[in-house]
């Protein structure tokens, strides 16, 4: 690689985008107890991502920290993404962490050995709200079963659109009533309502 080459590359983590977001990343750190925790890591450069979540009872991410060992790229991506989902639902910051391809956009145009870091970013993101989700399914305590947490909706609403509409797939239920288009942590839980359902019509 010539020096022209190289030295553009390193204009291009420390300008634009990518230095605007990593300058002025402020949620570096903790999210306060009791928090949810999502972690991603790299294979390819060992870079690694944890980002803490601190949720109220409306399910409201009252507080989105994050501690990243990598470039500034991951800095960058994960202070973005981070800065979106404060005051937004679980179910509202897990539909923008599907989003990998809308979080590159905003940061420019990356090296291609970067473009993993903001997919590393959603997936730790989504890995702590499914974490979320995992424990408000267990402390539910109403009166139908709660399967999406992301998004309330219970076992008996989900086995009525199964039934009504005759569905047969995980897409076909997230399309009639919401159910797994946030985290996707209830995938294996609809899967199951899916079987039995259609196994007893
Ligand atoms: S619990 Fe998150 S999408 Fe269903």
Redesign the pocket.
């Known amino acids: 690689m010539g020096v022209e080459v190289w030295n553009h590359y390193l204009m291009q983590d420390s300008s634009g985008p990518v230095a605007e977001f990593f300058f002025s990343s402020k949620n570096v750190g903790e999210a306060s107890e009791p928090r949810f925790i999502g972690r991603s890591a790299s294979f390819q450069c060992g870079a690694t991502l944890r980002v803490s979540l601190h949720v109220d009872e409306s399910q409201i991410i009252r507080e989105a920290k994050f501690k990243a060992a990598g470039c500034s790229v991951l800095v960058a991506s994960a202070s973005l993404l981070i800065d979106q989902v404060l005051g937004k639902t679980t ?1 509202e910051a ?1 539909a923008l962490g599907q989003q990998t391809e809308a979080l590159t956009e905003r940061l420019g145009d990356l090296r291609p050995e970067r473009s993993e870091c903001p997919a590393l970013a959603c997936q730790a993101l989504v890995s702590a ?2 974490s979320y ?1 995992d424990s408000a399914r267990d402390e539910w305590e109403g009166d139908e079963a709660l399967i ?4 309330c909706v219970s076992e008996r609403t989900i086995e009525r659109e199964i039934q009504a509409r005759e569905l047969t797939t995980i897409a076909e239920v997230t399309a009639a009533c919401r ?8 995938y294996p839980l609809i899967e199951d309502i899916l079987e039995e359902v259609n196994r007893e019509s």
């Open positions: 179910g897990a709200i499914r989700s999406c947490t992301c998004f159910a797994g288009a946030g985290c996707r942590s209830c």
